[in-house]
């Protein structure tokens, strides 16, 4: 896919607000796993570190009205569609200022005023009900977007291919992005899966383009993404996106990783393959002065420090929430 | 008054919603040009096309996904499981995304979506086409469950699903379907969570719903010619359930029978057992019996299906004993 003059990327503002969210992502991501150690956040988590290219470029090329749906590794995805840290950093500490007031948890962040439909916990649940909101857009003709995010693992669960052939035969305005980290949890997905590429050699199946793009550069996410985009919008139907990115941690917060070579490893954690350095280093040769870039990584960090001190405030959750919101009235009463 | 089949009903009842809001669509698989593989949507398709009436693949989860993406983002839909047995193959968008989201998110998202499914035997289509799942949806919090036992109510109880904010389990009797009753001209709108008396007795409580409503009420003028005279009460709504009439009723009676089509471990009946001994104990003046499928899957044969699921004669029986030991 080629970047044509239009394009935005070209753009040193643009470019520096991309790596500002890029940042973000990894700074956050990094202060929740600190958390984690001093036992403010509990239960499980899955980080996006190292993988922040591809929330950050998809974004970048979303309407405010687009919609994202997200897996349970979805931090990442909800914080670069402006979502603030604090309410993150909260759900995931569980506090009642929280995004959902602790009552979803890291692995189920949805914020719908930002057009963040939902972090879904059940591979492959989430791209079916995309389908649904791009159905509904279509039907009410309002031109919007659902984007939907997934690991390699769900291209072998069959609600992936529900949804790609409803996708395909409704012609619906729906993208696709399958992040490649190569593992499916603990296991390197090459050795569960028929096809090298899981998902671009799928899209055939449903009569679509391969796409391939390096997941790890979010100039060539934006652009692969923004052309999807502006397809479906136009009515051209869905795409599927194989991003090719690496997560530098293991699955979650119980997996060290230790399946992985360490000089795999080790070749991803580099300047040349981790995508917040590689950004860093492309600024810097188009003449960005270092100076900049230290001022965007220090308010950045200053924001995270504010949003974890805020969070910390916030108190836990009181009993008025646990009976709440099951129904549409609020309550939770199923009997008379 | 017109008489109407159940299947008929069924048309009806969607296409009255259809008519008042453009926001009610409704999809799955046959439904369409077919008219659905119980002709229960016939009409439908030509009525109001094929961007409202909306054909499917195979695809169970890509259905009721398409369904739950369509509801939170404003439309209400109705998805079509063919077979209530089929939501084996997509509970996972039901009890985990469906019904969980509203409360995960704290009240971010709504889901006014209805998903109907032909339910239960008698028609010997064998155990993966024949259960009755009514329970399977009652124990998933989040989900609200309808299953209407004539045409009136269909039509009545599709409107208040429809209308309704929240996610509805519509379960309609396959075996009901041929079945005709009297049915008011007009809109008919009924409320969730309200079971009807439908024959007032002075000895004996039957609480049933669904196939097992015309059962009991035959049972019930079967032992009135025995000295026996029940209360029949169609349930009609298992969430939010109706438990002031069935106590009102059971108390008044001191006796409560359940006829239930689901098989025995964990049918609804056991909610309603439990809620009686914890609320009405003192009024009863013997043991809540159950009458269920035996915790069996069902058989095809007619002579087998007949012998598992509760019969008129069954009912009979087992109230009789019940009331004369």
């Not at chain 2, 004539?150 to 309609?172: C, K, Q, T």
């Not at chain 2, 009405?280 to 009458?291: E, Q």
Request: proline fraction near 5%; hydrophobic fraction near 45%.
């Amino acid at each position: 896919m080629t970047t044509t003059e239009a394009s935005p990327v070209h753009d040193v503002d643009f470019k520096l607000e991309l790596y500002r969210s890029q940042v973000a992502l990894r700074r956050f991501e990094t202060r929740a796993y600190d958390l984690f150690l001093e036992n403010y956040v509990k239960g499980t988590s899955h980080l996006s570190i190292g993988q922040e290219a591809i929330a950050a470029g998809v974004a970048a090329a979303m309407r405010p009205d687009d919609w994202t749906f997200a897996t349970y590794r979805g931090h990442a995805h909800t914080l670069a569609r402006g979502v603030a840290m604090t309410p993150v950093f909260a759900e995931l500490m569980g506090r009642a200022n929280g995004l959902m007031a602790g009552k979803g948890g890291s692995m189920h962040l949805t914020s719908v005023e930002h057009g963040v439909m939902g972090s879904y916990a059940i591979i492959g649940a989430h791209l079916p009900i995309a389908c649904g909101a791009a159905w509904s857009a279509q039907y009410r003709g309002t031109d919007q977007v659902a984007v939907v995010f997934f690991g390699d693992g769900t291209v072998n669960i069959g609600a992936f291919h529900e949804a790609l052939n409803f996708a395909a035969i409704w012609k619906l305005p729906v993208v696709f992005i399958c992040e490649n980290n190569l593992y499916m949890e603990y296991t390197r997905t090459s050795e569960v899966t028929a096809v090298a590429r899981p998902a671009a050699d799928r899209a055939a199946a449903y009569g679509l383009e391969p796409i391939l793009v390096d997941g790890n550069d979010a100039d060539a996410v934006y652009e692969v993404a923004r052309t999807a985009i502006e397809r479906a919008r136009a009515g051209e139907g869905p795409s599927l996106i194989e991003a090719e990115t690496y997560r530098h941690g293991g699955h979650s917060r119980a997996d060290p990783g230790k399946y992985r070579p360490d000089e795999e490893v080790a070749l991803w954690k580099s300047a040349e393959r981790d995508p917040v350095s590689r950004y860093r280093a492309r600024l810097l040769e188009l003449g960005v002065e270092e100076a900049a870039l230290d001022r965007i990584e220090a308010e950045v960090d200053a924001e995270v420090d504010a949003a974890t001190e805020a969070a910390k405030s916030g108190a836990a959750p009181g009993e008025d929430l646990l009976m709440k919101d099951v129904w549409a009235n609020g309550g939770a009463e199923w009997r008379n | 008054m017109a008489e109407l089949t159940y299947r008929e009903a069924i048309a009806r009842g969607i296409a009255q919603e259809m008519r008042r809001d453009e926001s009610v669509l409704f999809l799955g698989e046959d439904v369409g040009a077919a008219g659905g593989v119980f002709k229960g949507t016939v009409g439908l398709f030509e009525e109001f096309g094929p961007v409202r009436v909306r054909d499917t693949p195979i695809s169970e989860q890509a259905i009721l996904g398409a369904a739950m993406g369509a509801a939170m983002t404003g439309l209400r839909p109705i998805a079509e499981i063919m077979f209530a047995d089929f939501f084996a193959v997509c509970w996972d968008i039901v009890a985990n995304e469906i019904a969980k989201s509203r409360y995960m998110t704290n009240g971010q998202m709504s889901f006014p979506l209805v998903i109907r499914s032909g339910n239960g035997g008698g028609l010997r289509f064998g155990a993966q086409h024949s259960q009755s799942v009514e329970n399977w949806a009652m124990m998933i919090p989040g989900l609200k469950v309808v299953v209407p036992s004539s045409p009136r109510d269909v039509i009545g109880l599709m409107a208040a699903a429809v209308r309704d904010d929240d996610p509805v389990v519509f379960l309609e009797s396959k075996a009901l379907y041929p079945t005709k009753g009297e049915v008011p001209e007009g809109e008919i709108v009924d409320a969730l969570g309200t079971a009807t008396v439908l024959r007032q007795g002075s000895d004996a409580t039957i609480a049933t719903l669904g196939l097992m409503v015309p059962r009991a009420l035959a049972a019930a003028e079967e032992l009135a010619a025995g000295g026996i005279d029940c209360t029949v009460i169609d349930v009609r709504s298992l969430i939010p359930l109706d438990t002031q009439t069935i106590l009102r009723e059971t108390s008044a009676t001191g006796r409560l029978f359940t006829v239930e089509e689901n098989p025995r471990v964990l049918g609804w009946g056991a909610e309603v057992a439990s809620i009686v001994a914890e609320e009405a104990f003192f009024d009863l003046d013997g043991p809540v019996v159950r009458i269920t499928t035996p915790h069996i899957p069902l058989p095809a044969a007619d002579t087998l299906e007949d012998m598992a699921l509760p019969s008129v004669e069954r009912i009979v029986t087992t109230i009789h004993k019940a009331m004369n030991s």
